[in-house]
């Protein structure tokens, strides 16, 4: 995913007040995405995953 996809994403769940978080791990530089309301996150692997929440938290179909 690229910068202005993930700028995208984010002002999407911003929207929703949602956090998300692109963050590289350390151990094996994997990204995985952040995804924080209400001081709980949920944590995606896949950008299509991530999307699938959106679409959830937006309440659209999947």
């Known amino acids: 995913m690229d910068r202005k996809e993930f700028d995208t994403l984010r002002a999407r769940?911003?929207?929703r007040r949602y956090v998300?978080?692109?963050v590289h791990r350390?151990?094996?530089?994997?990204?995985?995405?952040?995804?924080?309301r209400n001081t709980q996150t949920r944590v995606f692997s896949h950008p299509h995953d991530l999307g699938s929440?959106?679409?959830?938290?937006?309440?659209?179909?999947?």
Do not use: I, K, M, W
């Open 13 to 15: 769940f911003a929207r």
């Open 53 to 62: 929440f959106l679409a959830v938290v937006e309440g659209l179909p999947v």
């Open 20 to 22: 998300l978080q692109r």
């Open 26 to 36: 350390a151990d094996n530089s994997r990204v995985t995405y952040h995804v924080t």
